[in-house]
């Protein structure tokens, strides 16, 4: 038998091992699975007497597989009944593998059986196979043939993009497909069912029980109309029971108009009127289904179907030939034609003799085929009645992966059918991951939201903190507050709450030393359901100065890096494809601002290209010269070379370098140049190559981005990346976003059919019942599975869990509910102040592309996104002299102020690089006068040597720290000269000292930075000025009057002496007062 000293198992595990017959495991989250199957494995050696090649293990990923081998050989090296250097041998031969790769050696080892070629290959989606490209592409190509060569009297009744978008569905599960194709289910009986289902839900409701018990404890005057509305609805209640539709339709018409709250001196008067409005409410949700009747949509499906029928079996075996010839499968035809295989009496009496034990993993996520695999492999009637000996292993509450087909139901199957074969159900119920407190709070959180599934866990450990150990906050706002703002707020909240971590430090119990240790930030992952947040948290903790690190997951191609690379790209193939030379303009390849662009827009039909061609705006000319030569050499150089000549000519890589999340950023651009390589192979056609990737998109297939060494940083990713993982601390963001409405052409089911969502003559929706009945399915197990991904994310926690939402109802928030008031956990509101609006970071919206010729509705407004934060003080002093310099970008008159401008850049520069040499800094500024560049070097020496500068001098500073601070959508940016623990700080070299005038910019510098003072060095003045810690409290109200200003094309002129004297647009402006006017006391400036 197994040695479960030398194993360490628990006797739960213990049982499971060594359980003579088969046996189901439930394996809660944590509870050392992975460890009691290999003990299980080495068990059928020592006590089954089987040698290692007549078992059979199968993992849900390949690395699962090698961590199973590792753990069954450092089992054997410890055990002298495994000296034998034979047992050893055979282990490296044996089985141990994913569900698709025992398909593979079925197929391949009877491949007549199977109708497969013996010298197939598994058809990756993107890695080429010398079929002119990649595996997905060629498979979409193939179904494109396949569609041609239908009769044309299939697109009499189904619309060709319509049968499109079906059959590609229908052909990625061909077998579920072919059996929902022979369902036959009548229209009037799914109707009648949906009827049912609604009604039997609405009066679940919670709310609608409430209010019916609320219409029950109060009563007025007759007469009162309020009284009256209380009586119909009662009646239209008790109508309920035998006309469901006109009972709803009379609750729906009552009035709650009138009535004296005078005639109800007992109370109820605002009472009933809440509670009818809510029956209301809940039944307009339950109508639809209520007075569903089958109508016209469902006799143009059924006159369909056939057709479809015929269509699926003809691109079947026509995709299927081709696929013979060009001697390919994909990962569905693996299990297909395994299955075909295994139908075959002989292919089954040969692996009878050949496997007696199976042991499979992860069996929540199998799908219906992969059992029917299982169910012909063990089939007794072979075996002669001698079973072959099975343990499953899985956890129905970490069942997630829905959309890869897995149905939880196959795992509550073969436990009952285990047990009806002599076998035991065992469960592992002690977390080595969770600390016991943990434990306790994550069980009271999910027993009312699991239900039936719920499965309590204890711990083998105490906590190392005194928590607490779960805390959730929920954004808290007024109605109309806008969701990216509230996402904003949250993702600094997070961002504060790890900060506060790390500096407390908090304590985390550290499994590999099993010891009690300070947080560092690889302890903590953020894990959110999607990948669409996870980029703004990156940005929030970044600011914060905690290193972050965006794990591998999602689609390459919906990176920024790669979209950016696919915009040059694009324009490249196509010259006139505006929507890709903006992007690109707008990209860090030349980064021009959306002022650049606005200015190029002309009233001339022509493409953008011909547009900045002829432009002479000044920051337009770098990147037509350089789009130029690309265009130039698009015919002899390779794609990934002109990809190289752009990122010489324009430091792109540079660029992206010192962005956020610099580490991911950069791991993407290289992942894209690999693809471009492998979609390229020798050919130099950029357009086949762009028309690969547009398809690679169209097809929507999913490019894997290249992984990313952690480190000590944040990790960001989804929970489902994140499934087997886990650390100390975990945060679960994001939690009220709802899921996308999005339905499908087609849902499928082997048991209910299939149905199709339809069109009428104008073009709208028209949905058959049994699409809604499939959709209300669809939906059902979807509500499920979000339950079990927030089971999966909080037991990826091993000490302290945070649960955030951008708004306090909504998404899986609601569903959390219950659990947390379960467990007695608070929610924190997170609040919603000024201060938590701007982002330190603002990622880049889509570029638009600006008509030639906008239609006037209203205000035109100013058509900024994009300024400088000094501009604010420029709108400030003179909205007019703001409009001639950032709206029409005139660079105004006169000579003065651009001497005085050129002095200060070289101060700057100088302080920043550490030039000390007039020699060295004459040469940043060739045309300047020796004795300016002289005076700019004395200006850095009196920062150098002045005892008032030193305290900022010796400080531990970041110079030019690049920021940006998004106010009500227009994107402030600058730079701040010095940045130190808690101050910022910016050099003026101007000949007048005014604070007042700068309060803006360095409010901006503050506020995007987070940092407590600020302070202003007069070089020529020698002055050092510090805001006082109370000015910047009006600060904010005031920048959003400007920007409010800004953004509506407010441009009044401020003709003040003090303004117009010294403007460098004096000359040409109209509304400029003239030499020697006074200043009247309205048009004080202060």
């Not at 492999?377 to 997630?400: C, F, H, M, P, Y």
């Not at 693809?675 to 190559?689: A, K, P, W």
């Not at 004795?931 to 200006?939: G, I, K, M, P």
């Not at 005031?1038 to 009044?1052: F, H, M, N, Q």
Request: glycine letters at 6%; a negative charge; aromatic letters at 8%.
């Amino acid at each position: 038998m197994t040695n479960d000293k030398r194993m360490n198992l628990t006797p739960q595990q213990q049982t499971a091992a060594s359980a003579k017959a088969s046996v189901a495991v439930i394996a809660g989250a944590g509870t050392g699975k992975t460890h009691m199957l290999a003990a299980r494995y080495l068990h059928h050696i020592t006590s089954h007497g089987l040698s290692p090649l007549q078992v059979v293990a199968c993992t849900f990923t390949e690395k699962a597989a090698a961590e199973l081998r590792h753990r069954i050989r450092q089992g054997m090296q410890t055990g002298s009944q495994f000296d034998g250097l034979q047992v050893r041998s055979e282990l490296e031969a044996a089985f141990i593998g994913t569900i698709h790769g025992l398909a593979a050696r079925i197929c391949r080892e009877h491949p007549a059986a199977a109708g497969v070629p013996p010298d197939f290959t598994v058809l990756d989606e993107i890695a080429p196979l010398g079929l002119g490209s990649t595996g997905k592409i060629w498979l979409v190509g193939q179904l494109d043939l396949a569609l041609d060569s239908l009769p044309d009297e299939i697109y009499e009744k189904i619309p060709y993009s319509l049968l499109r978008q079906i059959l590609a569905a229908l052909l990625a599960d061909p077998i579920a497909a072919e059996k929902a194709l022979a369902v036959k289910v009548s229209a009037d009986d799914m109707a009648s069912k949906l009827r049912q289902q609604a009604l039997e839900q609405l009066q679940r409701e919670a709310g609608w029980r409430d209010a019916i018990e609320t219409l029950g404890q109060f009563a007025g005057p007759v007469s009162d109309r309020r009284e009256q509305a209380r009586q119909d609805a009662l009646n239209a209640l008790q109508l309920l029971e035998t006309d469901p539709p006109q009972a709803l339709e009379n609750l729906n018409s009552i009035s709650l108009k009138g009535g004296s709250k005078k005639q109800w001196p007992d109370g109820g008067f605002q009472e009933i009127s809440d509670a009818i409005s809510t029956l209301k409410n809940i039944s307009k949700k339950a109508v639809k289904y209520i007075n569903l009747q089958p109508g016209a949509a469902d006799e143009q499906m059924a006159q369909m179907l056939p057709v479809l029928r015929r269509a699926f079996e003809l691109s079947r075996d026509l995709i299927a030939q081709a696929k013979r010839k060009a001697r390919v499968l994909d990962f569905a035809d693996l299990e297909v034609y395994a299955r075909k295989a295994l139908q075959n009496a002989e292919v089954r009496e040969y692996y009878a003799q050949q496997w007696q034990a199976f042991l499979v993993d992860e069996f929540q996520d199998t799908n219906p085929v992969q059992g029917e695999i299982l169910e012909l492999l063990l089939d007794r009637e072979t075996r002669d009645k001698n079973s072959a000996i099975l343990t499953i292993v899985g956890d129905a509450k970490q069942s997630i992966y829905g959309f890869r087909r897995a149905n939880v139901e196959l795992f509550h199957q073969w436990q009952e059918r285990i047990v009806a074969g002599g076998g035991e159900v065992v469960e592992l119920a002690t977390s080595f991951r969770t600390n016991t407190q943990l434990v306790q709070n994550v069980n009271s959180i999910f027993q009312p939201i699991l239900g039936n599934l719920h499965q309590n866990l204890d711990a083998n450990r105490s906590a190392p903190n005194a928590g607490p150990y779960i805390q959730a906050g929920a954004v808290s706002g007024d109605k109309g507050i806008n969701a990216e703002r509230c996402r904003q707020a949250e993702a600094q909240y997070i961002a504060s709450q790890v900060k506060q971590w790390l500096s407390e430090p908090m304590l985390v119990h550290d499994k590999q030393g099993d010891e009690i240790r300070h947080i560092a930030p690889g302890d903590i992952a953020i894990l959110s359901r999607t990948w669409d947040p996870l980029e703004l948290y990156g940005e929030a903790l970044a600011s914060a100065g905690i290193p972050t690190v965006l794990a591998s997951g999602g689609s390459l191609l919906d990176t920024r890096e790669a979209k950016d690379a696919l915009a040059l790209l694009r324009f490249l193939a196509d010259p006139a494809d505006d929507i890709a030379l903006v992007a690109l303009l707008r990209s860090p390849f030349f980064a021009l601002s959306d002022r650049i662009l606005f200015q190029a827009v002309t009233k001339e039909d022509i493409s953008w290209w011909q547009r900045i061609k002829a432009s002479e705006i000044p920051e337009l000319r770098h990147p037509v010269a350089v789009l130029g030569q690309l265009l130039a050499e698009r015919h002899s150089e390779a794609p990934t070379r002109l990809l190289q000549i752009a990122d010489r000519l324009t430091g792109y890589t540079a660029v992206i370098a010192n962005m956020p999340g610099a580490a991911r950023r950069e791991a993407d651009g290289r992942g894209f140049m690999d693809l471009l390589r492998q979609l390229q192979g020798g050919n130099y056609d950029i357009f086949t190559v762009v028309r690969q990737l547009e398809q690679l998109q169209a097809g929507e297939i999913s490019v894997p981005r290249p992984p990313l060494e952690a480190k000590n940083a944040v990790a960001l990713m989804t929970v489902h990346a994140a499934k087997g993982l886990e650390w100390p601390v975990v945060v679960v963001p994001d939690l009220a976003r709802g899921s996308k409405n999005f339905s499908p052409p087609v849902y499928f089911d082997p048991n209910w059919g299939v149905g199709m969502q339809l069109s009428d003559e104008e073009g709208n929706d028209q949905k058959p019942v049994a699409y809604l009945w499939l959709e209300n399915l669809r939906q059902s197990r979807e509500a499920a599975e979000m339950r079990r991904v927030l089971y999966v994310a909080l037991t990826r926690a091993r000490d302290n869990i945070l649960l955030t939402a951008a708004a306090n109802k909504g998404g899986a928030f609601e569903g959390l509910l219950p659990g947390l008031l379960a467990a007695h956990i608070p929610i924190q509101p997170i609040p919603l102040t000024v201060d938590d609006l701007s982002p330190p970071c603002a990622s880049l919206p889509e570029p638009p592309i600006p008509p030639s010729s906008p239609p006037l509705l209203g205000s035109v407004g100013s058509g900024l996104f994009e300024l400088p934060v000094t501009a604010l003080s420029e709108y400030d002093r003179c909205p007019k002299r703001f409009h001639y310099r950032f709206v029409e970008g005139h660079p105004g008159t006169g000579s003065g102020p651009a001497i005085s401008q050129r002095v200060g850049t070289l101060v700057h520069f100088a302080l920043e690089r550490d030039v000390r040499s007039v020699e060295i800094l004459s040469l940043f500024d060739l045309s300047l006068p020796r004795e300016y560049v002289e005076e700019a070097l004395s200006l850095c020496l009196r920062w150098d040597q002045l005892p008032i500068y030193q305290a900022y001098r010796q400080a531990k500073t970041e110079r030019e720290r690049h920021i940006t601070l998004n106010i009500d959508g227009l994107q402030l940016v600058g730079v701040v000269d010095l940045l130190g623990p808690d101050f910022v700080l910016d050099f003026k070299t101007d000949a007048d000292r005014s604070p007042h005038h700068h309060r803006f910019q360095l409010w901006a510098y503050a506020e995007a930075t987070q940092r407590p003072q600020a302070h202003i060095a007069y070089l020529r003045h020698d002055y050092l000025y510090t805001f006082p810690a109370d000015y910047f409290r009006d600060a904010g109200v005031e920048v959003k009057s400007l920007v409010k200003g800004i953004l509506a094309g407010d441009y009044p002129p401020h003709s003040w002496p003090a303004n117009c004297h010294t403007c460098p647009y004096a000359e040409i402006c109209p509304e400029c007062c003239s030499l020697g006017s006074e200043v009247q006391g309205e048009d004080l400036p202060f």
